[in-house]
């Protein structure tokens, strides 16, 4: 029995430079023979069959040419040969191969203009910094980190968010017309949202999700990353809860006998009690809900359907080493498949039906270019069946035929599919020092209804202070109600400051490993309110649990004493020498 070959590993493909030129001018004599006559018949249809909100979304003068691949291949290698810029080769020039994938892809978008003159044009090649066209599936360059937190999709997405600093478009109604390298990015540190997307993309692919690139349309506020309406993503109502439960230390009353018992029933009043907090949770429930609701169904405005953006779509079945191919129909039914979308300028994950969306014209990984052919069909009702061609244009044929069956290598290495080419892009590098500041500017701040939220990067505050979180009571952020400020690294161990500016206190809360065993402090903003300390008893040598400093009083309580002590009280004056001590002996607290 004879042996397959093992292509795979022995096999060496080498491509002749001019081994595709006469396809090459057969295609571009072919294009230019029919530009002229589409154009002008794409014109008269359109002028007939477009009302007048149509034609100012889709102008019939410019939309034939708005993406177009310049297919004369200009390259700049003289610009940057003895450019101080250090941008490798691949950069700005064109292989034989990226030139054969340049021209399909123009053919394919012009065809693809011909047959749907009211769609909007596809984002398939776009200029890089060094000006040059590149198809936009090898832009991608799926890379791994070793850091721990770059290994699952959020903290990716975050660290994205945080890096880079996000950038809307000039004129965020015309088509994009940059798409910088991710390696590239991750130094300039400013990016639109295809840049941030297309690095976004690359980092969870490398990591081994399922991710796709998704070209569309967005909301206003979406495009122009403008929160002001979003709430906040965090439980703010805990941070609020818990400074209304304050500690109550053991009073003075409680040592003296009591009075008679109560002996009325007080059931009806509990129960009352009780069903007016849940009404109080349920209100403030549906208030959520109504805010969320009037968010999702503003008023559009007028260019809604005119501003183009970028995000990620990832696939939940996207476990690692799975491809598309793996979520194909097999016995002939289909097969729902649920994505996650996730806006690369604020690192947010999305569900497919969220309204910040409202078109979806194409998407693309490193293998495969794919068109949205449900034009009529909502973004959360849309079917992600990937291989279904009723539903997506496939760009390259020969991407199934790479990656499926061995007995196909011949022809692979022939060139009989036309597939993508490795990425242009250099692989991407994140040193421990850029990880670790995050921020550009060591610092960043976002405005979300009544709430800003100020992070630094570790050591740049000389206190400490890695985050600021605070609530407003107006929507000019002039009012403060509460603020929580988190530490680290200090010597003092504090971790948490929390302002309540209603109720004017202060909670200073610490962590373990104190001398003292300090674990937190209560105070007030007005200087003459007593001040309370609360301690751990069970690692003091004096046990001492509580100490509350008053202007003319002290009083401290312990725990768990050999001598029984528990209660201390000591009172004076001011300027004076008299001093009366009161000291409580008796059981356990």
């Not at 477009?50 to 291949?73: A, K, L, N, Q, Y």
Request: hydrophobic share 35%; proline share 4%; with cysteine.
């Amino acid at each position: 029995m004879k042996r397959k070959r093992d292509y795979t590993s022995k096999a060496k493909i080498q491509i002749d430079p001019h081994k595709h030129d006469d396809q090459i001018r057969e295609l571009e004599a072919k294009h230019y023979e029919t530009d002229e006559v589409v154009t002008v018949e794409g014109q008269a249809v359109e002028t007939e069959g477009s009302s007048e909100e149509e034609m100012d979304i889709v102008s019939s003068d410019t939309h034939s040419d708005i993406g177009r691949i310049d297919i004369s291949f200009p390259e700049a290698f003289s610009d940057h040969c003895h450019s101080r810029l250090c941008y490798p080769l691949s950069y700005y020039i064109l292989s034989p191969k990226e030139r054969l994938l340049l021209l399909y892809a123009e053919n394919f978008r012009h065809q693809f203009f011909t047959s749907n003159l009211k769609t909007r044009p596809l984002v398939l090649a776009l200029p890089n910094e060094c000006n040059i066209q590149k198809f936009v599936c090898t832009t991608l360059r799926p890379t791994s980190f070793l850091y721990k937190s770059l290994r699952n999709a959020a903290g990716i997405a975050s660290f994205v968010a945080d890096y880079v600093i996000y950038e809307p478009f000039d004129d965020n109604i015309r088509f994009p017309n940059r798409l910088i390298s991710p390696a590239t990015l991750l130094c300039k540190r400013r990016g639109n949202s295809f840049e941030m997307a297309t690095l976004l993309c690359s980092m969870l692919i490398g990591a081994g999700f399922n991710a796709l690139v998704v070209s569309g349309i967005a909301r206003t506020d979406v495009v122009e990353n403008d929160q002001r309406l979003v709430p906040f993503p965090g439980d703010i109502y805990k941070f609020e809860n818990d400074e209304h439960v304050q500690d109550k230390p053991l009073s003075e009353t409680q040592f003296c006998l009591g009075g008679m018992p109560d002996l009325q029933s007080h059931l009806e009043t509990n129960m009352a009690e009780i069903v007016k907090e849940k009404e109080n949770e349920k209100q403030r429930q549906e208030a959520l809900k109504r805010e969320e609701e009037e968010l999702k169904q503003r008023d559009a405005d007028r260019f809604l359907y005119r501003k183009p953006h970028a995000w990620v779509a990832l696939f939940r079945s996207g476990a690692k080493d799975q491809s598309i191919e793996q979520n194909d129909v097999e016995d002939g039914t289909d097969r729902t498949i649920e994505v996650d979308f996730v806006e690369p300028s604020t690192g947010f994950f999305l569900s497919s039906s969220c309204m910040d969306y409202t078109l979806i014209n194409s998407a693309w990984n490193q293998k495969q270019y794919y068109v949205n052919k449900q034009v009529y069909v909502r973004v959360g009702e849309i079917r992600w069946n990937l291989q279904n061609t009723d539903d997506w244009e496939h760009l390259l044929p020969g991407e199934n035929e790479a990656g499926t069956s061995i007995d196909n290598a011949s022809e692979i290495m022939n060139e009989k599919y036309l597939n993508t080419i490795p990425s242009w892009v250099s692989k991407l590098h994140l040193n421990e020092k850029e990880y670790e500041e995050r921020f550009p500017n060591l610092q960043k701040t976002v405005f979300y209804k009544r709430v800003k939220h100020l992070r630094f990067s570790p050591y740049f505050n000389k206190d400490g202070k890695m985050m600021q979180l605070t609530l407003f009571a107006d929507d000019e952020y002039t009012v403060p109600i509460f603020d929580c400020i988190h530490f680290e690294n200090r010597a003092d161990m504090l971790l948490r400051i929390k302002k309540n500016y209603k109720m004017l206190s202060i909670k200073e809360i610490f962590g373990k490993s104190r001398k003292d065993n300090l674990l937190k402090i209560v105070r007030s903003m007005d200087p003459n309110r007593p001040k309370e300390l609360y301690f751990s008893a069970n690692v003091r040598r004096d046990s001492m649990e509580y100490l509350r400093v008053e202007t003319g009083r002290i009083i401290v309580k312990s725990k768990d004493r050999r001598d029984m002590c528990f209660y201390q009280e000591f009172e004076f004056k001011m300027g004076g020498d008299e001093l009366k001590v009161r000291i409580i002996i008796g059981g356990k607290n």
